[in-house]
């Protein structure tokens, strides 16, 4: 897949980022078209002018029809399915995604939370994604029931559907591989108070799991971005990190204002 065209990624708050993912899109040589619907900025008519698409997590609810950037990225969803590109939806993204297939999103029957690093194993036939069990950072209350005709590659213990496949080349993810230290020490101060909720891990305890953790998830991510993209053959790794295979770009749009939910689930 050519990087002359960049990838549409789709924010939800103006404080929001791509983190690592972000940083391995653009060391494999794409540039970033970074859009927050929430804010009136549009999404494209269609994915010709974008080689890829990701849409990212954020406190609202997959189920907030009152709320019109909602809607409109339920709706617009399908136009990118249409269009065969890589999709990756990435938590409030993946449920988007699981919705828009005709899948229900739901809360936790017990009440419980995952905020902080839980473990996630491969299905069987998950195994190509996720070759091992991995620690993953999350942060929500709701999770999806599995769409039909998507296949399960990844599951947990407290919510199941861990990651999914809609053909070629969709994935929903429920958890976060773009965290970054920064990122954790930003959401767990914002969101001080939903660490108290059943399920939640402490602030220290989570900044001490993304130590050990997170290098395994980083060292996954680049695997399976550069896969998804199409450009495997031609990254290598070289000191933790892919060595780019065209120019890369530093330019990324940001967003100007600050959007506020009530319903705090998913930065």
Known sequence: MSASLPVLVVVHQSTSNPGRVGDVLKALGFTLDVRCPALGQSLPA?????????????????????????????????????????YLGICLGAQLLARTLGAAVVSHPAGQREIGYYPIVPTPVGQEL??????VYQWHQEGFTLPTGSHLLATGSLFPHQAFRYGRRAYGL????????????????????????????ARNYQISQHRLYSPAVEDWLRQFLAEWMGVTANAKAMGGQYLPTHSSSTTQSTAQSTVQSTTKDHY
């Open 46 to 86: 269609t994915l010709e002018g974008h080689s890829a698409v990701v849409v990212f997590g954020g406190p609202m609810s997959a189920n907030d029809d009152h709320l019109d950037f909602i809607r409109q990225e339920l709706d617009w969803i399908a136009i990118a399915l249409a269009s065969d590109k890589p």
């Open 130 to 135: 996720l070759p091992s069990p991995l620690m």
């Open 174 to 201: 429920q958890f976060h591989p773009e965290i970054t230290a920064t990122m954790v020490n930003h959401w767990t101060t914002e969101g001080a108070d939903q660490l108290t909720c059943p399920g939640a891990q």
